[in-house]
């Protein structure tokens, strides 16, 4: 038995990993409600989610060296400060002097400055933290994703009846606390010393700068073809999440559907699926083929929830739909934390998980904003269906084989080398 000592890290982990996601939850649920109230403008809510997601891209990118050099730990403890003071300004300045829609953007994007190099950082301790509670990678790494699909199943319908009943500004507070208790759980449970063990590479050119550091950490990325051919398929696909989270989804529940309640038992639904699925998959995940795996959760996951919010049934039926792509979503994070951390050597996981995570979400403020404008120009309806059916072709791509061929485990017995297809 694993003394408790030795779990302390791995709980600290994902503890912290779900109060600060719970805590993201609630601002993406009571945010674009608050800027929809105020302005009346899917437009204006699309502006919104893509300032909202353009920090979370520059700190992706760019936040992943700062996270080498002052520590994985300290990265995620001052990432939740930062996301707690900018957090409750937000109420505050609206409660005091006013907050305009200007100033309301600006702590939108400071907020979300440090959030991506905070959850790169407790991703980065994940494989130290798993050895030293004796637990398997895949395993722990089922449990993080849980905990985030947890976060969304708490978070997102607490979320919808706090701002129903109270208000989106208060919510807004209540999100500021959750920050500040990340903060304090990671700084008590995981401790200083828990870091990765392998020595750099002689040749990794760290403490040679900033940029030199940074540009290791793209230059490894480029030479991997399947971590490429996994960013551009995120990237892809998240463009179009951006669509429906940031925007067409919002303004579909409070149009039609009900309003804030409806939206957080949506979102809330899609988590509590994928926390299911996150546990299942940590339980057998690793008896699974993996191409096979990563495209059936894919396209279960991706066309149907456009369709269904396109169909309009009852909302009982959508919360059905929601719930089971949720539990599909379930293993597809998992899956590719695992082929990251299997691919990516110790000294470099900050920068080069950084590097992806800024790829991969790099389309989602572009997703955002032109949702907004073309709901605004053409309805939510055409716009759902036509997303819809764009995701489910993009997420067939790694039956065509390429890089796809090398996602199974290290040491899985190779399939034959094949001619590519001709393209017609």
Excluded at 255 to 263: C, H, K, Q, V, W
Excluded at 367 to 381: I, K, S
Aim: aromatic fraction near 6%.
């Amino acid at each position: 038995m694993t003394p408790p000592h030795r779990r302390a890290p791995l709980v600290g982990l994902l503890v912290g990993h779900t109060v600060s996601l719970t805590g993201n939850m609630l601002t993406l649920i009571a945010l674009p409600l608050y800027v929809l109230a105020e302005t009346g403008s899917p437009a204006a809510t699309g502006l919104t989610g893509a300032v909202a997601t353009v920090p979370v891209v520059l700190g992706g990118a760019l936040g992943g060296v700062l996270v080498d050099r002052i520590g994985y730990r300290r990265a995620s403890v001052l990432a939740d400060v930062v996301s707690c003071l900018t957090v409750a300004a937000v109420p505050l300045l609206d409660a005091t002097v006013g907050l305009p829609f200007w100033a309301l953007l600006g702590l939108v994007f400071a907020s979300g400055l440090l959030d991506t190099p905070g959850q790169t950082a407790r991703n980065a301790l994940l494989p130290e933290a798993a050895t030293a509670a004796g637990v398997p990678l895949e395993r722990a790494v089922g449990w993080y994703e849980a905990s985030e699909r947890g976060a969304r199943l708490i978070g997102a319908p607490v979320a919808g009846l706090l701002v129903a009943t109270l208000g989106a500004l208060p919510v807004l507070a209540l999100d500021a606390v959750t920050f500040a208790v990340s903060a304090l759980v990671v700084t008590v449970l995981v401790p200083r010393s828990l870091r990765p063990a392998t020595p750099a590479d002689p040749a990794d050119p760290a403490g040679g700068g900033y940029w030199r550091e940074f540009a290791a950490g793209v230059r490894f990325l480029a030479r991997e073809p399947l971590l490429r051919a996994v960013v551009l398929l995120v990237l892809v696909t998240n463009f179009f999440d951006a669509t429906k989270s940031n925007v067409l989804l919002p303004v579909v529940a409070d149009r039609e559907l009900g309003g804030p309640t409806a939206f957080g038992l949506l979102v809330g639904a899609m988590g509590g699926g994928a926390l299911v699925g996150s546990l299942v998959f940590s339980a057998v995940g690793h008896r699974l083929p993996r191409r096979a795996t990563f495209v059936t959760a894919f396209a279960v996951v991706g066309a149907p929830p456009f369709w269904a919010l396109a169909a309009a049934p009852p909302l009982p039926w959508i919360v059905a739909v929601f719930a089971g792509c949720g539990f599909a979503a379930g293993a597809i994070n998992p899956l590719i934390g695992a082929v990251e951390l299997e691919r990516v050597p110790a000294h470099l996981r900050a920068r080069v998980f950084g590097v992806i995570g800024a790829g991969c979400w790099a389309g989602m403020p572009l997703g955002a904003l032109a949702a907004g404008v073309a709901a605004d120009r053409f309805g939510t309806t055409p716009v759902l269906l036509t997303v819809g059916c764009c995701y489910l072709l993009v997420v067939l791509t790694p039956l065509l084989g390429g890089p796809w061929r090398t996602l199974d485990r290290p040491g899985a017995p190779a399939r034959p080398a094949q001619a590519p297809a001709p393209v017609g």
